[in-house]
Structures are given as structure tokens and as C-alpha cells.
């Protein structure tokens, strides 16, 4: 009987069951959907967390001396290659400007520095237009600084919630200790996180502007020691420059200051590494121009404004990918951020967003990229505008007229100061001065085959396409950006309409330098 009813045992018993187990199944169930729905909320919680955005820069160092951008120096930039292996790396990246102030203005403002009133030198109480402080924070972002502070806007002092240079015990730090770099920077990441903000930091690293490795104003030993030094007989002497055994000297020094460059970035990296912010952290790295050398700093040539842009944008650049089909420039960053992080443009921008390229996609119009240069720190009025396409460079230089010297920043070198004790015997020399001290009113450049700018093409016929293709388009350029140089430069032909233009701004900026001259205190009576 067992056994005959044994089936029929076994099916009751099954039957008893299935309300546990369905209740057991509807629990597994509700589970596995709670659990789905906690991973897309953390998910989302994640995608929606505000990126952190550090923006670094090096001062005064040219492109082609960090190792993936063809240094023919071994080892001058360890960490800087290996943020290129982690970035996007920008083949085509101009700044508008080989000199410092104008150019980080155009960098914060997305405004050509005709435009943002930072032509050169001097305080611009009301420039009329957001900073990317002022953006950002309005966007809910801490915002801090090291280093190059008075040159970060148009006047000081400026409303960032912090400069990182100082610190909390008030003293100033060394603007060559590589240390201290990472220091701010953690210490800026530790002041946002305090505050419930992501956090933005402009970190600004003042090598290799002078003084150079070991050169220490004041005298004495430098304590803050490069890595790596270089000497004088393995250092590559750029082309625009020349064979000399103290041209060699100074270049030592340069190269082992970029080293030293190298070793505050690295530590700037370590700090971000550390903080666990590394993966929610857009990274942008760029020189602000070229080396303080002759034909490099303070000037519009090839390897005065090529500069070393690496973008890391998590989520969406590509590690290692080198963008080589576009030109991009500094005047397009503050564009480019903004729609990175999520947050609003001005209306009013000169430069444009280039985050498709960061995507990995294609842009059009980015055949070519402008250059303004107006003065430097002496205040002594030299403008200049250029554009430059992968090909050619062609510049417009008013001020040029075989009489008026140009004031550039790098006159006290001893790269310098060789070429003009060179230049009394060497003919070929003295004409490299001559170009130096003078310039000519225009210059053209095959940069694709002459990236060193050492022959003058503007009066070749069969540069001519070229040139007014050129000509063309900076002068479109000038007139859809409001330049005042516009007509200046549309009678080029005519020497006595252009030094009249020029004398004009001469007046006015003696007249500025006046007004801004502080009164001396009067004397106190014995």
C-alpha cells in the first residue's frame, strides 16, 4: 500500500509547499530588484557627482622639451610622459601669446586679449567679463591657487577661496620647491571636501622661468634640487638658436629646471592620487609658451606659442591618444571646461569648445589658430598678430620700422648677450640681430618644414597662395573680433598710416604709465 500510494504521498506534500515557495521565489525576486535598484542609484548618484577640475601649468617651457613631444634629450619629463600615456595629447596646441600675463587672461577669459583689456603688464579694474573663478564658483566650486597669482587675472586681489602659496601658518613658499606643490594641492582638495564642494585649482608651476636651476637671486645654493641635472655637452641647442659653448651653459641649466618642472607635476599627481579624487578629476596641462630664450619668449613664432596640452577627461578621452587632424588654442579652454564640467558659457567668447575632440570626434574649421602680442612688462608698445596653420605662419608686425627696437624679456640672457659679442665678427650673425632688434614689417613661414622660423618667405612667388590665404583670414578674423588694429592692417602698404597707428598707441600707453605711477611720499620734515 505504501508503495502504490507513496506518488500520490509525494504530490500532497509538493502541494502543501507552494505557498512557501512562492513566497521564497517573490522574496529572491524583490531582492534581486532592491539590489538593481541600489547599483542605479549609486550608479547615478556617481555619474551626476560633479567632476573636480585641476588645471596645471608650467612656466616658460617650449613643447618640444618634454619627452613624447620629440625632446631629443633623454629623461627630461618622466611624469609629464606618463600623464600623456594617461590624457589625450594635442598634437596642434597654440597659446595666443609667448608671454605670460596676456596669455593667462586669454586662457581664464576665452577672450582674445584685445577683447579681455589684458594687453599687457598692467591692473584692468573693470575687464567686463566672467572669470573661470567666477564661473565655477557660481557653479558651487572651491576655487584655489599656487603660484602665479598676480598673473592669474586682470587685477589683484582676485576672489579665490584660497592661495594655496601661503600657508596656514601664513608663510609664503618657495615658488621652486617642488614639495609645496603637492602640499597645495592637498590641502586645497582637503578645503573643498570640508566645504561639501568640488574643487577647482589652478596649480602653476613656476620652472623653467628664470632663475634657472642653481642660478639664486641673491646668491647663495639652490636647495631645491632637480632630479636630474643636465651639462652642457649633451644638451640639444634649438635651431632658431646657435653653437655656442655658453649658449650650451644656460641651456643645461634650462633643460635641468624643466626636470625640476617635471618633479613638482609629479607631486602635484601624487597629492591627487592620494586624495582618492584621481577618476572624478578633469586634469588639463599646458605651458603657458615658450623657453626664455631669444626668437622663443615674448615673441609669435612656431615655438614661442606650441605648447604641450594633455586633457584627461574621465569617462570620455582616450589614454595615449594623440589628436593630430585639429588646431586647438589656449583661447578655447575656458569653452572647453565649462561644457566638460556641465556648466554654462558666457555668451561673449572668442574661442569655442573643443570637448567633440576630447569625445574623439571631428570639428570643422580648425585649420588654423590666431596670435596677438601687444606689449610686455616694460610697457613699451610692439603689437603683433599672427596666424598660423599646420603649414605656414604668417605675422603683421606695425611697429616694425628699421628704427624702433623691440623690448622683449629676453635681452639679459646670456644666450643674448652671446649673440651680440658674436654678432661684431659673425656677418651671418649680426644679420640674426639685426631680425632680433628690428624685425621686418611681415614674415611668412613654412613651419611644416621650417618650424624654427629661419627663412622668410613673403616675398616669394611661389608662397603667394599661401600668404593671401593667410592674409585673408587673420583679417577676417580681426574684423569679426573687433581688433583695432583692423585697419592698420588692411593699409599695411602704407608706412606713413602705419606709424602713425603706432606712435598713437605709443602716446596712449605713456599716458597710462603716468596715471598708474605711484605718487612718491613726501619727504619728512628733519
Not at 604641450?308 to 588646431?327: N, Q, W, Y
Not at 597710462?512 to 619728512?524: D, E, G, L, V
Request: aromatic residues 10%.
Amino acid at each position: 500500500i505504501f508503495k502504490n500510494s507513496f506518488p500520490c504521498f509525494r504530490f500532497h506534500t509538493f502541494i502543501s509547499f507552494l505557498p512557501a515557495m512562492k513566497l521564497f521565489c517573490f522574496s529572491i525576486r524583490s531582492l534581486f530588484c532592491l539590489s538593481l535598484l541600489l547599483i542605479s542609484i549609486l550608479f547615478s548618484n556617481a555619474k551626476d557627482k560633479p567632476l573636480n577640475l585641476l588645471l596645471i601649468t608650467v612656466d616658460d617651457m617650449s613643447c618640444d622639451s618634454v619627452g613624447v613631444y620629440g625632446c631629443e634629450l633623454e629623461g627630461t619629463t618622466p611624469t609629464m610622459d606618463r600623464l600623456a600615456s594617461q590624457s589625450l595629447r594635442f598634437e596642434h596646441a597654440h597659446v595666443t601669446v609667448g608671454n605670460c600675463n596676456p596669455c593667462r587672461n586669454v586662457m581664464f577669459s576665452g577672450l582674445i586679449s584685445h577683447n579681455n583689456k589684458v594687453e599687457g603688464f598692467y591692473k584692468v579694474t573693470d575687464p567686463g567679463w566672467p572669470h573661470m573663478v567666477d564661473l565655477l564658483q557660481g557653479a558651487g566650486y572651491y576655487a584655489g591657487i599656487h603660484g602665479k597669482v598676480s598673473h592669474s587675472s586682470p587685477y589683484q586681489p582676485y576672489a579665490w577661496d584660497d592661495d594655496l602659496t601661503i600657508s596656514p601658518s601664513g608663510k609664503k613658499a618657495h615658488i621652486k620647491d617642488a614639495k609645496a606643490y603637492g602640499e597645495s594641492t592637498s590641502r586645497g582638495i582637503e578645503n573643498a571636501g570640508e566645504a561639501g564642494k568640488p574643487f577647482f585649482l589652478s596649480i602653476n608651476i613656476s620652472d623653467p622661468h628664470k632663475p634657472f636651476w642653481s642660478e639664486v637671486r641673491g646668491g647663495g645654493e639652490d636647495p631645491y634640487v632637480p632630479s636630474r641635472i643636465y651639462n652642457a655637452e649633451e644638451v640639444p641647442v634649438p635651431g632658431f638658436l646657435f653653437e655656442d659653448p655658453e649658449v650650451r651653459e644656460e641651456l643645461a641649466l634650462y633643460y635641468s629646471s624643466v626636470r625640476r618642472a617635471d618633479d613638482c607635476l609629479n607631486e602635484v599627481l601624487k597629492a591627487l592620487r592620494k586624495s582618492g579624487q584621481w577618476e572624478n578629476t578633469m586634469i588639463v596641462f599646458l605651458s603657458d609658451h615658450g623657453m626664455p630664450l631669444p626668437f622663443a619668449k615674448t615673441q609669435l613664432y612656431h615655438h614661442s606659442t606650441r605648447t604641450p596640452l594633455m586633457v584627461r577627461l574621465p569617462g570620455t578621452t582616450k589614454a595615449g591618444k594623440l589628436e593630430s587632424r585639429h588646431m586647438v588654442s589656449v583661447l578655447d579652454l575656458l569653452p572647453t571646461v565649462l561644457d566638460s564640467l556641465g556648466v554654462p558659457k558666457p555668451k561673449r567668447l572668442d574661442g569655442r569648445s573643443f570637448l567633440p575632440l576630447l569625445r574623439g570626434e571631428k570639428q570643422e574649421n580648425r585649420d588654423y589658430v590666431i596670435k596677438e602680442y601687444n606689449e610686455n612688462a616694460g610697457r613699451s608698445r610692439d603689437p603683433m598678430r599672427a596666424i598660423q596653420s599646420k603649414t605656414h605662419l604668417y605675422l603683421f608686425n606695425p611697429w616694425s620700422n628699421g628704427e624702433r627696437i623691440f623690448a622683449t624679456a629676453t635681452n639679459g640672457t646670456v644666450t643674448c648677450k652671446r649673440m651680440i659679442k658674436l654678432s661684431e665678427e659673425d656677418e651671418e650673425m649680426n644679420k640674426r640681430l639685426e631680425l632680433y632688434r628690428f624685425r621686418v614689417p611681415e614674415e611668412l613661414y613654412q613651419v611644416n618644414r621650417d618650424p624654427d622660423c629661419l627663412e622668410n618667405l613673403i616675398d616669394y612667388a611661389s608662397q603667394e597662395k599661401a600668404k593671401i590665404k593667410l592674409q585673408a583670414s587673420l583679417e577676417e578674423w580681426l574684423e569679426k573680433t573687433n581688433d583695432p588694429i583692423l585697419e592698420c592692417f588692411r593699409k599695411r602698404d602704407d608706412p606713413e598710416f602705419v606709424e602713425a597707428y603706432i606712435q598713437k598707441l605709443e602716446e596712449e600707453a605713456n599716458a597710462r604709465r603716468i596715471k598708474n605711477k605711484p605718487s612718491s611720499k613726501p619727504k619728512k620734515e628733519k
